[in-house]
């Protein structure tokens, strides 16, 4: 899968077939994947499905990690999750620590002048 990343504005959203054409992805396997629940979506006031820019990112993670790894989807969609959570986790413990950092450093500077 070659996906072709365009410039888009974060508030667009691409519609099933627009995506299709820059993943090169089939509509049917998009339409699966939503259905899956790997790739998000919405349906537009036409009742189309709309994707929002990035989604094509995700896609290709998605694609990435299936063809990496010859897993079947439903074990992709618990891999995607456990990620997404460690990514999660991952940033607010810089969060945390960067808090800590910065008291420690606030107290540290008052404690060495006394």
Known sequence: MTTHYLPVLA???MSLGELAEHSGTHPAQLRRLVALGLLQANHGTDGALRFAAGQLAALDRIE???TGLSINYAALGLIVELLDRIRELESALRTERAAHDATRGWTSRW????
């Open 11 to 13: 508030s667009h959203r």
């Open 64 to 66: 990435r990690l299936r």
């Open 111 to 114: 404690t060495s002048a006394d």
